[in-house]
């Protein structure tokens, strides 16, 4: 391939290259061509892009990674798995040398030396119907040749990304047939920047100019909260304004950019002065008439000049109907945004959740009228609902601390295994490991003591002052009970049902080794930071704390959940009870009970079991690798509560997701594979912890597997093999 084919100066794009330079670089090529003043550029064509995944056999590995499963079948957890793995694979992968001695040449002759910007340019995006803004990388303030290099790498990482990915699937556009094209721009560095939209989205009527001191990336990112002018699109006219709240900017450092005070702005009044606004409302309709349409224009204004770093159109208006493009960039949260998060998370809701389980474990309910019963359990099924709310809205975006972190350290790392950097984030304190470890010391009781274990097979509870008796209590009241708010519900059972039989196989089997030695976490966390250094060193500190208390977060949040629910659940517990010997039912208390069944949730939507006699071929499932680790034995496919309950030591456990409610099993497998996916849901944050392979997202799994297979759990690579090594079919042998 010749030079041109993958670098090109900016003026020799033609206005139909959009397979060559992207809609970015040809928008740009054209503002340049039309007299508009814009960064010294080179383009890096999608022929470089292709000359590197082709090298490195790149696109059979990613196909490989999106077809584990059916795009369209697949949780955005299980999109962001694979997006982190190919993420990976383009940061390992070696440069070809003549594409490497291509780029090399074409930038040594200055442009690499200065500051510069990495703008994403896909083939595929910019286009009158859809607007990839956000969803691909761009780097500002980037140095060096090597580095250059090394940040074009990620903007190509970057078309695989969680969020892009989404949007091509909403847009019907083929992962197989995207490219991405490359800008590389001399830093401008501009007193005011902003984004300019020639269109209102929100109103035709209106134009709107945003802009924010120093670079345009503090607006990009949302770290600086920008002047807003709401403009008359015929006369230019300003028919509202929004100053600035706080005066700061974000500005080059070193390398990378820093928000610093802005001391130039002696006021709110917006960093556009004089006629600077009207000279700029000019130049963006201008670029609108040339386009054809209404434009996104992003500028930045240095030595009283505008110049113009891109433009594209506007997809998202009033009348534009379904773009979701918004939701997808809301999948990346900043490290300032998910601080904020966790402050509220940790000193809010947390205590609250704590206090309110405990105020209603206090409520004596057996003194309860029938009606004001009834009363009660609506009231906790509202502070349920309440809790639910808050979960999805702010518990579940927490975990993108992971995602982040992960981000982080794979970039600058580029480890073997994509998932290394989990290694610094198990061994945390969580609730559930606590639970299980009191579950432990429990059963630990009944292995060491004969006649407890005899009585307790009989069914025979110890009187209420024996040690194991008030261990068992002490556990009731600070978890509930397993039996109910997991294992099923039933009238009349002892605290004790399930939870007993649990800890009778627990005793059995022989004592929990533990979770193995981390690969020498500490000095993971040593390399780790050691790749910052000054202040960037303390936010790689303060990342990896908040990643810790996000992945803890992901365990926590449920057992917070499943103590307030346990509290609706033994309400409705005793309500149950007085209706099945009440001569005239209350009407109000037999219309709560019906509302809120006594279920453990365990049961799903997933496909039924074969039939018993269906013979099964030795064959491999696929899904995400989640746990390393192998390991071989019979499957227990946990459907319902009961399968809870005749749950062996060393089985597998198959099931659609391990709900942090009933990890209490965990310490008996000796795997775990789910039908949903993701490295960050709770079966496989509980089998990182306890160093078990695991699974996840394996759509077949429970149509396929039946309670007694013999399956072979491969954590490394993803897969579950079915049957015996030599091949044999599987004979149904349910121990249950």
């Given at each position: ?91 390992r992968a070696a440069w070809p040398s003549d594409l490497k001695q291509t780029l090399v040449q074409a930038l040594r002759p200055g442009l690499a030396d200065g500051p510069t910007v990495i703008r994403s340019s896909a083939t595929s995006e910019d286009s009158a ?608």
């Amino acid at each position: 391939m010749s030079v041109e084919a993958f670098v090109l100066p900016l003026d020799t794009v033609a206005p139909d290259g959009l397979a060559q330079a992207g809609g970015k670089g040809c928008n740009l090529a054209r503002l340049a061509a039309e007299g508009l003043r814009v960064p010294p550029t080179l383009v890096v064509t999608a022929a470089a892009y292709r000359r590197f995944v082709e090298a490195n056999g790149l696109e059979d590995r990613i196909l490989l990674e999106l077809n584990r499963k059916a795009f369209e079948d697949m949780r955005w957890e299980e999109i962001w798995d694979a997006a982190l793995r190919i993420r990976n694979l383009f940061l390992r992968a070696a440069w070809p040398s003549d594409l490497k001695q291509t780029l090399v040449q074409a930038l040594r002759p200055g442009l690499a030396d200065g500051p510069t910007v990495i703008r994403s340019s896909a083939t595929s995006e910019d286009s009158a119907g859809a607007s990839f803004a956000g969803l691909h990388e761009s780097y500002v303030n980037i140095r060096g040749l090597g580095s250059v290099l090394e940040h074009v790498r990620k903007v190509w990482a970057s078309l695989w990304s969680d969020a892009a990915l989404l949007y091509r699937q909403e847009l019907g556009l083929s992962p197989a047939r995207s490219d991405m094209a490359v800008l590389v721009q001399t830093l401008i560095p501009g007193t005011c920047s902003g984004v300019a939209f020639s269109v209102n989205p929100l109103d035709p009527r209106q134009a709107v100019v945003e802009a924010v001191p120093g670079l345009n990336q503090g607006l990009v990112d949302g770290r600086i909260q920008p002047a807003r002018w709401i403009l008359d699109r015929d006369s230019g006219e300003v028919l509202a304004f929004t100053p600035a709240d706080e005066h700061e900017a974000v500005l080059p450092d070193e390398q990378g950019t820093v928000v610093r005070a802005a001391p130039s702005l002696p006021d709110r009044g917006g960093c556009l002065k004089g006629q600077a606004l009207a000279r700029l409302f000019g130049a963006v309709r201008e670029i609108e008439a040339r386009f054809g349409g209404p434009q996104d224009v992003e500028w930045t204004l240095a030595d009283e000049n505008f110049t113009f770093l891109q433009a594209r159109p506007i997809t998202a208006t009033v009348d534009g109907g379904r773009d979701q493009r918004g939701w997808y960039l809301s999948l990346r949260r900043s490290y300032d945004n998910l601080c904020a998060l966790r402050r509220k998370i940790e000193s809010e809701f947390i205590p609250e959740m704590v206090h309110t389980a405990e105020a209603l474990a206090q409520t004596d309910l057996e003194a309860l009228t029938d009606a004001d019963l009834a009363a009660e359990i609506k009231r906790r099924g509202d502070i349920n609902h309440h809790w639910g709310n808050v979960y999805y809205a702010e518990f579940i975006p927490f975990a993108h601390g992971v995602r982040l972190f992960g981000q982080v350290y794979n970039d600058a790392l580029k480890p073997r295994d994509p998932y290394a950097f989990a290694t610094l984030l198990t061994a945390t304190p969580m609730e559930s490991l606590a639970r299980n470890r009191r579950l432990e010391g429990l059963a630990d009781r009944v292995r060491g003591d004969a006649d407890l274990a005899e009585s307790l097979r009989q069914g025979r509870l110890p009187a209420a002052d024996h040690p194991f008796q008030r261990a068992l209590d002490e556990f009731l009241a600070a978890y509930g009970d397993l039996s109910s708010s997991v294992t099923g519900d039933r009238a009349g059972d002892l605290p004790g049902g399930n939870l007993i039989a649990l800890l009778i196989e627990m005793a059995a089997a022989p004592q929990a080794a533990g979770r193995p030695a981390a690969m020498a976490p500490a000095r993971a966390e040593a390399e780790f930071l050691a790749c910052f250094k000054g202040e960037e060193r303390q936010w790689a500190a303060g990342l990896l704390d908040l990643a810790r208390a996000s992945y803890r977060l992901r365990d926590d949040d449920n057992i917070h959940l499943g103590r307030i629910e346990a509290q609706l659940r033994r309400a409705v517990r005793v309500g149950s009870r007085r209706l099945e010997s009440a001569v005239a039912p209350d009407s109000a208390l037999e219309e709560m009970v019906a509302r809120f069944p006594l279920s453990s949730g365990l049961a799903s939507a997933s496909p039924a079991p074969p039939p018993k006699t269906a013979a099964l071929k030795a064959r491999q499932l696929v899904g995400q690798p989640a746990g390393p680790g192998l390991a071989r034995g019979r499957a227990r496919v946990v459907r319902s509560s009961d399968d809870l309950g005749r749950f062996r030591s060393g089985e597998i456990l198959i099931c659609d997701a391990v709900d942090p409610n009933m990890t209490f099993v965990v310490p008996l497998t000796a795997g775990i594979v789910e039908r949903r996916g993701g490295m960050l849901i709770h079966g496989a944050i509980i089998a990182r912890e306890y160093g078990l392979p695991c699974v996840t997202g394996v759509p077949e799994i429970m149509r396929f597997v039946a309670s007694g297979d013999v399956v072979t759990v491969d954590g490394y690579l993803g897969i579950v093999i079915l049957g015996n090594a030599d091949g044999d079919d599987n004979a149904r042998n349910d121990r249950g």
